[in-house]
T-cell receptor
Framework: GQQVMQIPQYQHVQEGEDFTTYCNSS?????IQWYKQRPGGHPVFLIQ?????EVKKQKRLTFQFGEAKKNSSLHITATQTTDVGTYFC??????????????FGTGTQLKVEL | NAGVMQNPRHLVRRRGQEARLRCSPM?????VYWYRQLPEEGLKFMVY????????ESGMPKERFSAEFPKEGPSILRIQQVVRGDSAAYFC????????????????FGNGTRLTVT
């Protein structure tokens, strides 16, 4: 079945440093979504990328979708303590009409120290 | 506008008992998904339902686990004869529609039910 891996599994940074998490799928994706889960909380949708090579920005967050639609990245510039949490990518393989199952990546847990 | 409501928030069961987890999707959403999350791990897909139909249950164990989403009322994830390995956070999510071409509707998650089996 489809597998979605993320690296690194954990990342500790000093406040103000940059952070990047990478997402790799074993199969080509129709789209990729990113979610953030705060400690003790639930996943919250951040963004969706659909087109090959697409880049989207949300303030200090930059999201990329690879040309082959099998990988993606999330980059945070100048991290803040509010960025703490686990970031998950999630993708759907191919186009199956009514199929809407998302496979989540393994997640990257970000800790930000003052 | 209420979000996805899950209850109970915490559930403790002894081995062999039954666990029932409830999920009310966001208003207007007819697609419900259940995911399981172990501590420090990712979200594992269990089942995808629409009203009165199971669309994809490929992630659900064949035994002891069942899910439903009746015409009226919340979606229910039922675990019979729980074992310690069932201890996890169970998240329900809903979306407004399935896929339209290559675009998926975002998932809106509930706060989860933390199941502890003693």
């Amino acid at each position: 079945g489809q597998q979605v891996m993320q690296i690194p599994q954990y990342q500790h940074v000093q406040e103000g440093e940059d952070f990047t998490t990478y997402c790799n799928s074993s199969t080509t994706l129709s789209n990729i979504q990113w979610y953030k889960q705060r400690p003790g909380g639930h996943p919250v949708f951040l963004i969706q990328l659909v087109k090959s090579g697409e880049v989207k920005k949300q303030k200090r967050l930059t999201f990329q979708f690879g040309e082959a639609k099998k990988n993606s990245s999330l980059h945070i510039t100048a991290t803040q303590t509010t960025d703490v949490g686990t970031y998950f990518c999630a993708g759907r393989s191919g186009f199956t009409g009514g199929g809407n199952k998302l496979t989540f990546g393994t997640g990257t847990q970000l800790k930000v120290e003052l | 506008n209420a979000g996805v409501m899950q209850n109970p928030r915490h559930l403790v069961r002894r081995r062999g008992q039954e666990a029932r987890l409830r999920c009310s999707p966001m208003k207007g959403h007819s697609h419900v998904y259940w995911y399981r999350q172990l501590p420090e791990e990712g979200l594992k897909f269990m089942v995808y339902l629409q009203k009165e139909n199971i669309i994809d249950e490929s992630g659900m164990p064949k035994e002891r686990f069942s899910a439903e989403f009746p015409k009226e009322g919340p979606s229910i994830l039922r675990i019979q004869q729980v074992v310690r390995g069932d201890s996890a956070a169970y998240f329900c999510a809903s979306s407004s529609q399935a896929s339209t071409g290559t675009v998926n509707s975002p998932l809106h998650f509930g706060n989860g039910t933390r199941l502890t089996v003693t």
